[in-house]
């Protein structure tokens, strides 16, 4: 990975060099295979490491390229927690973020997000799936949200709602009022379902939340009642977050896990190269694309380009996808097998088809499919 430098954080915290580190994700991930496995252990280690390389945006998106690279579910449910933790940071709430910051960076405690209905999912509904009334104490929070990861290992939920019966004033066009909540998940009324069956991740554990009357007090609100509240509690973020760092719709987390999962197909393909002539260009032009799109990446976070964040996420989906096809056209038959990694790995690379993929780059790919 370029410019790796967290070497000494993940010894410190894991006691592993990270070759040792990545061979013992790598060994994991072939064990994911359901709900059951969420791998809570290693995401403390996760959580640990990544507190201790928070301070710098690009070592942290050096982190999340590289974790991808290791094991998916892994990087996909450490997204989860760091944009609950984003959202409970950039909070102007003191009383709410005082009491969860130090639990979660330690990794003793769980923190995910329900948020996917206001951003990418649900949104052709005539009515929010979660909806949140004033009452005397606060709120009260009715619905469900649609895609939670990690519900039933997770101490604390950050969801959003919709103000029932309330617009905004604020805009030319009619906006509802948004809200994001930290919930407990061991609140009254709080029903992780079981989880979806999907066609990879599945060791994610993702799946409905529903919220039968939950009340919440004014101390549990992160962010809101406003138009929009994704877009406003962004910009409330610290600038490392301002350039699309987060993992929400569009962001450059989403990217940089794209980027990771193809780092280990097309190092597949290049060991398999050295063996197999046919296959050297074929290696050597994605390991290239590879470079490019990874330094990209890198600059966009950085500030040094202005590369659109649809089009890099695009282009980081595309090389997920067919750097895994082309090691499954390399393994042939034996790919083809359930519990074969390159299997694994395509399918796993359909998940960036749909996981925080804004409008503009699902209508990209389905363009490009015509072509």
């Not at 990087?75 to 409970?88: E, G, K, V």
């Not at 760092?245 to 896990?257: M, P, V």
């Amino acid at each position: 990975m370029p410019g790796f430098r967290i070497d000494e954080s993940i010894e410190r915290v894991c006691g592993l060099t990270r070759e040792q580190w990545q061979a013992e994700l790598r060994n994991n991930a072939k064990k994911l295979t359901a709900p059951g496995d969420f791998p809570i252990s290693t995401i403390r280690k996760c959580a640990a490491v990544e507190t201790a390389i928070s301070g710098s945006s690009s070592d942290l998106l050096r982190y999340y390229t590289w974790l991808a690279s290791c094991c998916l579910t892994t990087a996909f449910i450490m997204t989860q927690r760091s944009a609950a933790l984003r959202r409970i940071e950039t909070s102007q709430n003191e009383l709410s973020t005082i009491k969860l910051k130090a639990s979660i960076h330690s990794g003793s405690s769980f923190a995910t997000v329900g948020i996917s209905h206001l951003t990418t999912s649900r949104r052709h509904l005539s009515q929010p799936p979660l909806r949140a009334a004033r009452s005397s104490e606060g709120w009260v929070l009715d619905g469900y949200s649609p895609w939670v990861t990690g519900g039933r290992f997770a101490d604390w939920l950050v969801v959003g709602a919709v103000e029932v019966d309330c617009v905004s004033e604020d805009t030319a066009t009619t906006k509802s009022l948004e809200l994001l909540f930290s919930i407990a998940t061991n609140q009254t009324g709080v029903i992780v379902e079981p989880s979806s069956e999907l066609m990879a991740l599945n060791a994610s554990s993702t799946g409905p939340v529903r919220f039968e009357h939950v009340a919440a007090n004014h101390s549990d609100v992160l962010h809101g009642p406003t138009a929009n509240v994704m877009e406003a509690s962004s910009r409330s973020t610290n600038s490392n977050s301002s350039n699309g760092t987060g993992s929400g719709a569009g962001g450059l987390h989403t990217s940089a896990l794209a980027i990771g999962h193809a780092a280990q197909a097309i190092e597949y393909l290049t060991k398999e190269s050295q063996m197999r002539g046919d296959l050297r260009a074929v290696a050597e032009g994605l390991q290239n694309q590879w470079r490019n799109a990874f330094e990209e990446l890198d600059r966009v976070n950085c500030g040094e380009s202005q590369q659109d964040l649809a089009t890099l996420r695009k282009k980081a989906n595309d090389l997920a996808l067919k750097s895994t096809q082309a090691a499954l056209a390399a393994a042939k038959g034996a790919g083809f097998a359930n519990d074969h990694d390159v299997g694994r790995w395509c399918r796993e690379a359909m998940f960036f088809l749909v996981w925080s993929c804004p409008q503009s780059v699902v209508q990209a790919h389905l363009c490009s499919f015509l072509s």
